[in-house]
């Protein structure tokens, strides 16, 4: 009935509001963040494990996507990233939790190897993988420009208007 689609909806729009909410207090002390009035650029990718990521499709089931756009020679990226904020989130909202959220890390050096995620070599903070539950790519192209610069790390989320909104890491 209409009633039920809209006691549905209703509760979407407020879960909706607690991980937007839950994204802003995780990263308050952090960074600064605003809404960006670009629709976000589809990309395909495979993780780590073999999994292919398409932003669309994960916004066409529903999904609020995060990427969090680092490179591993990124002193402020892995201070962020050992913070463990996004697998916190992941773990509520996440594939174990609501299911509500895909957490995408993508390491955007296209130079970078998979032996410095794991944290072996020269250019490399530490063990990237070490103790993550979210999807974790490893990008042989950058994003496109309207994602950001390789000069500051960002964390992105999206909804299904494909809207961008930018969280500066500080």
Request: glycine residues 8%; charged residues 15%.
């Amino acid at each position: 009935s209409s009633v039920n689609c809209g006691i549905i909806n209703y509760k979407k729009q407020l879960n909706m509001k607690k991980i937007v909410t839950s994204i802003a207090v995780c990263l308050s002390g952090f960074a600064s963040m605003a809404q960006v009035d670009v629709v976000a650029p589809n990309f395909t990718a495979d993780d780590i494990n073999g999994t292919t990521h398409d932003l669309y499709d994960h916004l066409a089931d529903g999904k609020v996507v995060i990427v969090d756009m680092f490179t591993t020679w990124c002193s402020p990226c892995w201070s962020f990233h050992s913070q463990h904020y996004l697998e916190d989130l992941n773990t509520e909202f996440g594939p174990n939790g609501t299911n509500e959220v895909v957490i995408i890390a993508y390491e955007d050096d296209p130079s970078t190897t998979l032996d410095a995620l794991n944290g072996i070599g020269p250019n490399t903070y530490g063990d990237w993988t070490a103790g993550v539950s979210y999807n974790i790519i490893n990008g042989t192209i950058s994003l496109p420009s309207e994602y950001g610069t390789d000069t500051q790390q960002l964390v992105l989320f999206v909804r299904a208007i494909k809207k961008l909104s930018v969280i500066w890491l500080v």
